[in-house]
């Protein structure tokens, strides 16, 4: 079995896990689309040995199967950025959050203690 087949394989295997996850529900249509992307740019690249020896030759690489390697590493670091983002977005939101429960917990224990002292006065 010569490379450009077991990228291949590789590829159309990666490419059966997104597809199952999106199914399944494990992983969100959007989250999918980079990487269905990069999946079929990879299988079209890994396929067609004169396309990337063009790509490559325009992008100055000597030996061009390094050119699938770059591509699947520039991918990984947009996916790893966004990622990022996204953390950041929902730390933000976790501390609006707690910020908010604390405000909350803090009425509710106030209205707890003016009830208990009507109460008492009640009483009295």
Partial sequence: MNIT??????????FTI?????????????????????CVILGILSLSR???????????????????FLFGLLSTIIM???LTRRISKLNRKVIHLTQEFALLKEQQQDNTSSENMIKREKKV
């Fill in 80 to 82: 790893i950025f966004d």
């Fill in 50 to 68: 004169k396309l990337l020896e063009i790509i490559a030759d325009l992008l100055g690489i000597a030996y061009a199967p390094s050119l699938l």
């Fill in 18 to 38: 997104v597809i199952e996850s999106v199914r399944r529900g494990i992983l969100e249509t959007r989250d999918s689309l980079i990487w269905i992307f990069v």
């Fill in 5 to 14: 087949l077991f990228s291949f394989l590789i590829i159309c295997f990666f």
